[in-house]
């Protein structure tokens, strides 16, 4: 058992000859503390160290050291060897502030001395890994991100909490101490834009520790579409050119456009952003029907195809070796004009214009193998006229060629002889055919009366057309006589020779 021994000891020196009640001091013999070194702040999960030195003068000490951490821990005692001790403790999550770290040295021979420092003990925030899935993304793709964190603080619990830094509702998650301090959530961003994903853990204690993870979202592409072409056939060896159109929502897209001519040749076309058209040419080289296929793709190679069969025709072959034919006519018969032609093309059709050459034009259409024709004319006048004939074929090209048509006048003979059939078809009775007949007679007065009998009967039996063939007749007949009236009968007046 320690003894305790006071400071100032009054020893009565009874019997040694010393009277009563005389005292004698002692030198001061406690114990004390020289240097104490206290390692503050500290972080928690660090260990925090006291050091010093002390003294023990009394020859009878026997010196302890003692240490009270404030933390709720028993006391810590040692038996220095020399005049200088140490003491540690690892603070694992005793908790955060001041603690009162109190020394005491008990000599066994003195009262215990007792000297207090102040300890800090500061929280440390919780360091966070993170790591994302992508850093660019499509609209309505998903994110992922995996993370961990770690906290000195053994003791501690947390909370995680993802902002998602596109509006939407933050995805939180708790953890007891003991849990596993990793993370994992995902996300879709239905929304083009650029977002920053933060995720934050706060421990118990206040203490917040972030990381962060930049994405971009882009707009999802949208293929192009309805690829339609056009285009006229051309005669091989010359410029094809195919026109094309194209969709495609999405107004910043470039596209290249690469056409398959059909003929084992390509090329490319460039078309500029907002415009959803395009053209190209091409030379085939021979005659043929191909297949024109149209690969259309945008900035982020999305492609749609259309196709297109395209007829490059033959060469065309002109039509030739017009020739003509013309049968002559008296005045007021029909002249006939026969042709034939060639043409290599079998697959042409042809037009035959006509010019008569007396401002008469005519037009025959002549399907495909079809090289000859046939067409009459009648002329108002007599004489040489020449006749223009041109034949195009389906390409437009040409061959032309001229004949000549020589219409006479009839001879008084001829005339007489025509008047004569005239009068008898018209189907008269005996007597009054007779009475006509009897006037047909080269002479101005047997014209004459034979215009005024013939104008009784228009009222009567003859049509209009039967009339105007007499009156035909009856005006060259007269000419050539050199009548001085015209002998023509009208519906009622009557023509008088003079």
């Not at 001790?85 to 005793?94: A, G, Q, T, Y």
């Not at 056939?233 to 929502?249: E, I, K, R, W």
Request: aromatic content about 6%; overall charge negative.
């Amino acid at each position: 058992m320690r003894k305790v021994v006071a400071a100032a000891v009054v020893v009565a020196l009874v019997g040694l000859g010393f009277p009563a009640g005389t005292h004698v001091a002692s030198a001061d013999t406690s114990p004390s503390f020289g240097t104490v070194a206290l390692t503050t702040p500290i972080n928690e999960g660090q260990t925090a160290v006291v050091s010093g030195t002390f003294s023990a003068p009394d020859p009878d000490a026997y010196p302890l050291i003692g240490i009270s951490w404030g933390n709720g821990m028993a006391p810590e005692w040692l038996s220095p060897a020399d005049n200088t001790f140490e003491f540690s403790m690892l603070f694992k999550d005793e908790g955060k502030g001041s603690f009162t770290v109190k020394l005491t040295i008990d000599d066994g021979v003195n009262l215990p001395v007792d000297e207090t420092r102040t300890l800090v003990v500061q929280n440390v925030a919780p360091s966070v890994s993170m790591t994302a899935s992508a850093t660019t993304l499509l609209d309505h793709d998903t994110l992922t991100v995996d993370g961990s964190f770690t906290d000195p603080g053994v003791l501690d619990t947390f909370t995680t909490r993802i902002n998602w830094g596109d509006g939407s509702a933050a995805t939180t998650q708790s953890y007891t101490a003991a849990a596993p301090k990793t993370f994992n959530a995902s996300h879709l961003y239905p929304t083009p834009g650029s977002y920053t994903v933060t995720t934050t853990v706060t421990d118990n204690d206040g203490g917040v520790g972030t990381a962060t993870s930049a994405l971009t979202v882009n707009a999802r592409n949208t293929p192009p579409s309805n690829v339609a072409l056009t285009g006229d056939s051309v005669v091989a060896g010359t410029l094809a050119t195919v026109q094309g159109t194209f969709a495609d929502p999405d107004a910043t897209d470039t596209h290249t456009v690469s056409v398959d001519w059909g003929d084992h040749s390509t090329s490319s076309v460039a078309v500029a952003a907002g415009v959803l058209s395009f053209s190209a040419t091409h030379t085939y080289a021979n005659a043929g029907t191909y297949t024109v296929a149209a690969t259309v793709t945008d900035s982020a190679l999305a492609s749609a195809s259309g196709s297109l069969s395209y007829v490059a025709l033959k060469p065309n072959s002109a039509p030739a070796d017009l020739a003509l034919s013309t049968s002559s006519a008296v005045l007021g018969g029909s002249t006939t004009l026969s042709g034939s032609f060639s043409d290599a093309d079998a697959a042409d059709t042809h037009s035959v214009s006509i010019d008569w050459g007396d401002t008469s034009l005519q037009t025959l259409s002549l399907d495909a193998l079809a090289y000859s024709f046939s067409t009459t004319h009648t002329y108002a006048s007599a004489g040489n006229y020449t006749i223009t004939v041109v034949v195009s074929d389906t390409a437009k090209a040409t061959a032309t060629a001229t004949s000549t048509a020589d219409v006479r006048s009839r001879t008084g003979d001829e005339l007489i002889d025509d008047l004569t059939a005239l009068i008898k078809s018209w189907g008269l009775d005996g007597g009054t055919e007779n009475s006509l007949l009897t006037k047909v007679r080269p002479s101005c007065s047997n014209l004459s009366a034979l215009a005024n009998e013939v104008s009784a009967q228009t009222n009567k039996k003859l049509s209009m057309d039967q009339v105007n063939s007499f009156n035909g007749l009856v005006t060259q007949l007269s000419g050539q006589l050199g009548c001085s009236s015209t002998m023509a009968v009208t519906s009622r007046a009557k023509t008088a020779a003079k």
